[in-house]
């Protein structure tokens, strides 16, 4: 159907920009603000939901919490850290809340005085993150939320005259801060949008075109989640016509395209995951820490996503104070001591097309080219471990990545399947660089069933 709002392209893009980003593979995500201070807690009582929501899930009167602001010091912050931990956990982007559902902006806006320039740390965190990361070589990012529980103007749903005036403010200050935002930091390569599923966003299609049209004019190259959009219809996402409308698919939140799908590296994608099962903010409770999830399961994650050729975005809750939960960098330094050895298989790597899905891991492949990676992430108890190659391809050697260097001789079972002997090879998260050739001809003919 004719959309004017809709997908402004049908096939994946193809610039220099957008490629970098595909070849990134593994990102950090950062979620921080006023509410890593509560960390889930408030009146002396654990909230178990999502520690960026507690405002609600606490029901805390909005100037009760904007008063938090003024407890905002953040003396233990040093932007050059996080973003030598995040070089050393093998990131290759960062994206950082700018402003999430509570409205509290870590620059100094000048749209809004609720804002990081007015609290006793008094500083643009946005500014010295994006200067420190790319100091080391880390692209940024910006995550920003529409949904603004701190406006005045901000509307769920638009039911009467006064909602539609109120709520066109509210979006003309949203536009006020993303081109605040693109002037202020011209060096980020894209914008994560969020807080676009209420009715009063999706009947403003035009508006978010709008916003991907203009951050692009300013920032050429530029690249915006589709969780951004809305079409002409209210439809998200995908328009109307399912077309994906941004450059990539934002919609994998806390979970990974189960089962193994091939269709889905039809678009490019980026599904983001947070450390504990369900707080994107930092929460200092027992209900946070116990879901924790381990290096091997992030490991295999980033496996995973590779081998589909999307994006894994890592999140981090810095606390309240600034500084990095030593449990968060412990797991970021084991995850990047894994890429440092096995990156070959991850970075610009993607789907290993016509190899079919192994179950014990992931194939993945550099396009257009032959070298096809095995990473084994599901242990065999059998320590033995079954390839299926394509029809008319043989397997000649497999290299272990880590050193020290160990090349296992396939055993060919029949035609295309090959099989290792693991033997006693440590229960880490192996990668094997497959050497492969054309079948020769084979030595032997089919017996006629005719004959
Ligand atoms: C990355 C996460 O993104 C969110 N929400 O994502 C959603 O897509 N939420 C959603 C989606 C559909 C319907 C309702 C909510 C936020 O609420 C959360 O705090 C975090 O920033």
Redesign the pocket.
């Known amino acids: 159907m004719e959309l004017n709002y809709g997908a402004s392209r049908q096939q994946p893009r193809q610039d220099a920009a957008m490629q970098r980003f595909r070849e990134h593979r593994f990102g950090q995500?950062v979620?921080w603000g006023l509410y890593a201070m509560p960390a889930g807690y408030w009146q002396g009582t654990e909230y178990r939901f999502?520690a960026?929501?507690l405002q609600k899930t606490a029901n805390i009167p909005e100037p009760e919490w904007a008063e938090l602001a003024q407890q905002f010091s953040a003396e233990a912050f040093d932007a050059d850290a996080w973003a030598a931990l995040a070089a050393r956990s093998g990131v290759k982007y960062a994206t950082f809340?700018t402003k999430?559902?509570d409205g509290f902006c870590l620059w100094p806006s000048q749209y809004t005085d609720f804002h990081s320039g007015n609290t006793p740390a008094a500083r643009d965190f946005i500014g010295e993150l994006v200067a420190a990361y790319q100091r080391h070589g880390i692209d940024v990012y910006l995550?920003y939320?529409v949904l603004d529980w701190h406006h005045p103007d901000w509307r769920y749903r638009l039911e009467s005259a006064e909602d539609q005036q109120a709520f066109k403010r509210y979006l003309d200050f949203a536009m006020n801060q993303l081109v605040e935002l693109a002037q202020r930091y011209p060096s980020v390569k894209g914008f994560w949008f969020?807080?676009t599923?209420d009715e009063s966003v999706k009947a403003n299609g035009r508006w978010t075109w709008e916003v991907e049209q203009r951050l692009k004019e300013l920032i050429p190259g530029l690249i915006v989640s589709s969780?951004l959009r809305a079409d002409d219809l209210g439809a998200r996402h995908r328009d109307s016509n399912g077309s994906l409308m941004g450059d990539y698919e934002s919609?994998y939140?806390r979970r990974l395209p189960d089962p193994w799908d091939r269709s889905v590296c039809e678009q490019d994608w980026e599904a983001?995951m947070t450390i504990p099962q369900a707080s994107?903010?930092y929460h200092a409770g027992p209900w946070a820490k116990r879901t924790r999830k381990s290096a091997a399961e992030l490991i295999d994650m980033i496996a995973h996503c590779t081998s589909l050729s999307g994006n894994f975005l890592l999140?981090f809750g810095p606390r309240g104070d600034g500084s990095i939960d030593p449990e968060d960098a412990a797991l970021a330094e084991q995850i990047g001591n894994w890429l440092a050895q096995n990156g070959a298989a991850i970075y610009g790597k993607g789907v290993a097309t016509n190899w079919s899905y192994p179950g014990w891991g992931y194939y993945t492949q550099e396009a257009d080219s032959e070298t096809v990676y095995a990473v084994v992430t599901k242990w065999p108890t059998a320590r033995r471990l079954r390839l299926q190659l394509p029809a008319g391809e043989r397997l000649l050697a497999a290299t272990l990545l880590r050193e020290p260097a160990l090349q296992l001789n396939p055993q060919e079972l029949e035609t295309s399947l090959f099989e290792l002997e693991l033997g006693n090879s440590s229960e880490e998260t192996l990668v094997f660089e497959l050497t492969t050739a054309a079948a020769e001809e084979q030595s032997w003919t089919e017996p006629n069933p005719d004959v």
Request: hydrophobic share 25%; glycine share 16%; proline share 0%.
């Open positions: 995500f979620h999502a960026e929501f809340t999430h559902h995550y939320s969020d807080g599923w969780r919609g939140e983001c994107w903010g999140n």
